[in-house]
C-alpha cells in the first residue's frame, strides 16, 4: 500500500470520534503517527488510539479544552517533550450554543468563538515551530454555515466564517516557512449524532444532493488527505467544499433538473 | 467549607442564582441552568477539585445530590491512590 505519510506526526483536534476519528484513521492508513485530542469521552478517545495502534502507527491522547488557551500550550508542551516536532495538523474540534441570533448571549458566543476559531490561531502558532524545515500541512474543518444560513446556526456559523478567513492569513504568512494551510467546508455529513437528528429524512437529504447521497466523514477524510499531500502543494488559502453539489444548484429547483413547483 | 458548599458556590455562580435555592434532590434544570451553564459547572468542578468528569457519567447524575456524591467519591478515590 502507498504510505505517502510515514514518518510524519499529525495532531487532530477533537479525533476521538466522528468526522476526526476518520481523518485520523485515514492518516494513520497512509504511515502517520497521530495525536488524538479529545475533551469530554476519554472512552472513546482511547478506542479510536486502539485502532490506530492495530494499524501499526504510533498514537496518543491527550486531553485539553481547546478553547482555553492554557491547555492548548500544555498539549503542545506534551508534544514538543514527547516528539519535538509535528507535520500534520487538522483543526477539527467545534461545539457550540445551537441559538436564534437573538438569544446569542456574550456567554455563548464567546464559547463558540473560543472552541472554534481562536483555537485555530494559537493551535498554528505552536505548531508553526514545530514544523520547522518539515513541510507542515494545516486544515481546518469548516461547515457551509459559514456562508449559508442554517436555523440556529448563528454562532457556529460566524466562527467558521473566522475560521475560512483566519485560514487565509495563515497561508499566506506561513508559507515562507514551507507550510500550507487550508480549510474544508463540508454541508451536514452522516456521523452517529446526525444519523439521530435526521431521523426519517434521509431520504429528503439524498435528494437535496446533487451526488446522490449525503456527504461521510470519509469523504471528509480523503480530501483532508489529499491537501496533506505533495500534489496539492499549489492550493493555500482556499476552503474547499464537500456537499455533492448541494451549494451551488438554485434554490426551488430540483436535483433532476425541473423546476419545483 | 464543605465539598457540597463549594460545588453550590460553583453553581450560583455561573447560574447566577441564589446558594439557597439549590437543593440535594433538584435538578439543573429546575434552577434554569441551561447546557452550556452544565458543561461550566463540570469544567469549573473538573478544574477546583482535580478530577476527571465525562460526559458519560454525568449524564448519569438524577440531581444535585448525585453530583456532589460524585465528586465526593472521586475526591477520595483520588487521595487513596
Ligand atoms: N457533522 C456535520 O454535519 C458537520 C458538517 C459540517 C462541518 N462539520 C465540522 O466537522 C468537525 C467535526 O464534526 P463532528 O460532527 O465529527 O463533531 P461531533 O460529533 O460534534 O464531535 C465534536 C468533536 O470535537 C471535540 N471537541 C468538542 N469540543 C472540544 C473542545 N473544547 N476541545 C477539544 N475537543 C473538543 C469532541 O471531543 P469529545 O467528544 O472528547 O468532547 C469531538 O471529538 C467540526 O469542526 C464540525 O463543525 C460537521
Known amino acids: 500500500m502507498n ?3 510515514i514518518g510524519k506526526l ?11 476519528r476518520a481523518i485520523a484513521l485515514k492518516l494513520a ?23 490506530l ?7 496518543k491522547i491527550i486531553r485539553a479544552n481547546v478553547g482555553e488557551p492554557a491547555k492548548i500550550d500544555e498539549m503542545f508542551d506534551v508534544i514538543s517533550n514527547d516528539f519535538g516536532y509535528l507535520d500534520i495538523l487538522i ?34 502558532q505552536r505548531a508553526a515551530r514545530l514544523m520547522e524545515g518539515r513541510n507542515g500541512k494545516i486544515v481546518s474543518i469548516s461547515s457551509l454555515g459559514s456562508f449559508l444560513v442554517w436555523p440556529t446556526y448563528a454562532a457556529v ?32 455529513v452522516l456521523t452517529d449524532a446526525l444519523k439521530f437528528y435526521i431521523k426519517g429524512q434521509e431520504a429528503a437529504h439524498q435528494q437535496a444532493t446533487p451526488a446522490g447521497r449525503m ?19 499549489m492550493i493555500r488559502g482556499q476552503t474547499i467544499i464537500i456537499d455533492g453539489g448541494a451549494s451551488v444548484m438554485a434554490p426551488f429547483v430540483s436535483t433532476t433538473g425541473g423546476v419545483n413547483q | 467549607m464543605s465539598i457540597e458548599e463549594q460545588i453550590k458556590d460553583i453553581v ?44 458519560e457519567d454525568a449524564e448519569q447524575f438524577q440531581n444535585f445530590g448525585d453530583f456532589v456524591d460524585y465528586v465526593e467519591r472521586h475526591i477520595a478515590e483520588k487521595e487513596k491512590a
Open chain 1, 3 to 5: 504510505q505517502p505519510l
Open chain 1, 10 to 20: 499529525s495532531l487532530v483536534t477533537g479525533g476521538g470520534r466522528g468526522i476526526g
Open chain 1, 29 to 51: 492508513s497512509q504511515g502517520s503517527d497521530v495525536i488524538v485530542n479529545f475533551f469530554r469521552h476519554r472512552d472513546t478517545a482511547e478506542k479510536t488510539a486502539k485502532e
Open chain 1, 53 to 59: 495502534q492495530d494499524m501499526g502507527v504510533k498514537a
Open chain 1, 91 to 124: 483543526s477539527n474540534a467545534a461545539s457550540g450554543v445551537g441559538r436564534p441570533v437573538l438569544d446569542v448571549d456574550v456567554k455563548a458566543w464567546d464559547w463558540t468563538m473560543d472552541i472554534n476559531a481562536r483555537a485555530l490561531l494559537l493551535c498554528a
Open chain 1, 157 to 188: 456559523g460566524v466562527s467558521k466564517a473566522a475560521l475560512e478567513a483566519l485560514t487565509r492569513y495563515l497561508a499566506i504568512e506561513l508559507a515562507p516557512k514551507g507550510i500550507c494551510v487550508n480549510a474544508i467546508a463540508a454541508s451536514a
Open chain 1, 215 to 233: 456527504v461521510t466523514p470519509e469523504d471528509i477524510a480523503n480530501v483532508v488527505a489529499f491537501l496533506c499531500s505533495e500534489d496539492a502543494f
Open chain 2, 12 to 55: 450560583s455562580e455561573i447560574v447566577r442564582v441564589d446558594k439557597n435555592i439549590i437543593r440535594r434532590e433538584g435538578t439543573f434544570k429546575d434552577i434554569n441552568a441551561d447546557s452550556l451553564d452544565v458543561v461550566q459547572i463540570l469544567l469549573r468542578a473538573e478544574e477546583t477539585f482535580d478530577i476527571e468528569i465525562p460526559d
